[in-house]
């Protein structure tokens, strides 16, 4: 097996045609800085370079897949450059921080919605807030069965985490039970809704992700591309990306709101009232 190793997430060669790419801050339960977030985008460039790889598998070390954005670490453009088409990071205001996002956060999850091979998301413990927007973009997902997922940021006076698809993974009514409520959603009901392929013992987890990625390495490279594709297309047909990219506007009007009101990008006393809410359920 060969190892790459990154500071922040692990590359595996975890079967014939199968990488498995690890998110490695375990002792920060995976918070996203953009360290994480630019090396997982080179793993999966890597991967996606590499014609003897079919299939990626994302997964994670320590008790939980990703606690989300790393707040005590503002993100910032990799020092070689945005990887999209955007600028004026640096720019006054709501503009500056709007290309931010828009850079690091909502452009990679496209460019990883888009990989044109096969991607499995491999999930156990909390997946919280930015932690579905590494989720989302694969195309499959196994969780363990005590895997839960929720996104609580409506506290901090926005809409919801930035990479917005929750209607289309839930449903409306889910979507807004867990945006207003800022609840766990559980692994059995996220099954159930569609939003996971699988759910399985935590301790049959690596396997039976990698068993379902061998499986699908076994197909055609093209064959795949397309299937992907046509659904992808499919999902854009009933407009998965434009909500998307509205909701995402939705959410720079949140932060302006808070720079204005607070003087900062979120609301201060949000972390306070999310702690307090999950002391209480
Ligand atoms: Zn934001």
Request: charged fraction near 25%.
């Amino acid at each position: 097996m060969s190892e790459i190793t990154y500071e922040t997430v692990k590359y595996e060669r975890a079967g014939e045609r199968v990488v498995r790419i690890v998110l490695n801050r375990p002792d920060k339960r995976n918070a996203q800085n953009s360290a994480l977030l630019y090396e997982l985008d080179d793993a999966f460039q890597r991967a996606v370079l590499d014609d003897s790889v079919g299939v990626i598998i994302l997964a994670a070390e320590g008790p939980d897949f990703s606690s989300g954005h790393d707040l005590k670490d503002p993100i910032t453009i990799h020092e070689d450059g945005p990887r999209s088409c955007c600028g004026g990071f640096d720019a006054p205001g709501i503009e500056g921080w709007w290309a931010t996002e828009r850079e690091v956060f909502v452009g990679l999850c496209e460019r990883w919605r888009n990989i044109p091979k096969p991607t499995i998301a491999e999930v156990h413990g909390k997946v919280i807030a930015a932690g579905l927007m590494l989720v989302w973009p694969c195309d499959l997902i196994v969780a363990s069965d005590d895997t839960v997922f929720s996104d609580p940021v409506v506290a901090f006076g926005v809409n919801g985490v930035e990479y917005f698809r929750h209607p289309f993974e839930m449903g409306s009514r889910r979507a807004k039970e867990m945006l207003f409520t800022g609840g766990n959603m559980n692994a059995a009901d996220a099954y159930m809704l569609g939003m996971v392929n699988r759910v399985v013992p935590r301790g049959e987890l690596e396997k039976t992700t990698l068993e379902l990625a061998e499986t699908i390495a076994l197909r055609p490279s093209m064959g795949l591309k397309l299937a992907k594709q046509a659904v992808n297309q499919s999902e854009d047909r009933q407009g998965i990306t434009d909500a998307m990219w509205g909701a995402f506007s939705l959410h720079q009007l949140g932060h302006a709101n808070n720079l204005h009101i607070h003087g900062s990008l979120i609301d201060p006393s949000a972390a306070q009232k999310i702690r307090d809410a999950n002391k209480r359920s």
